[in-house]
């Protein structure tokens, strides 16, 4: 059973705007570190950003700094990824993570992975 379900990938128009959800079942989000990889054609995957246990502490590749944002509702038990003035480059799909530790910019380091989701931009 995959705990983790992306949701909200799609086509949008540069400097267009997107909102990922992650929603975990089985895992409770209050008591793991939360991050969004992405995987462009081609590449390996990239970290894009990451949110403490918490929900206290994020952190962002210097890529999407600014212009994306991370957060978690404990209630919904749901991560989200709100992204802002979209690129061409940001095209890839995207994953979310979790792991019982301290934020990682690793993706060896997360135990649990979604199965992504894709979003595309056109120009």
């Known amino acids: 059973q995959v705990p983790l379900v992306e949701s909200g990938g799609g086509l949008v128009q540069a400097g267009g705007s997107l909102r990922l959800s992650c929603r975990a079942s089985g895992l409770t989000l209050g008591t793991v570190t939360m991050a969004w990889f992405r995987r462009a054609p081609g590449k390996g995957r990239e970290f894009v950003a990451a949110?403490?246990?918490?929900?206290?502490?994020?952190s962002y590749a210097s890529s999407v700094k600014g212009r994306f944002t991370i957060s978690r509702d404990f209630v919904k038990n749901t991560m989200y990824l709100q992204m802002n003035t979209l690129k061409s480059e940001d095209a890839a799909v995207y994953y979310c993570?979790?792991?019982?530790?301290?934020?990682?910019?690793?993706?060896?380091?997360?135990?649990?992975w979604g199965q992504g989701t894709q979003v595309t931009v056109s120009s």
């Open positions: 949110i403490n246990w918490r929900g206290d502490s994020t």
């Open positions: 993570a979790a792991r019982r530790f301290g934020p990682s910019t690793r993706a060896e380091e997360y135990a649990y």
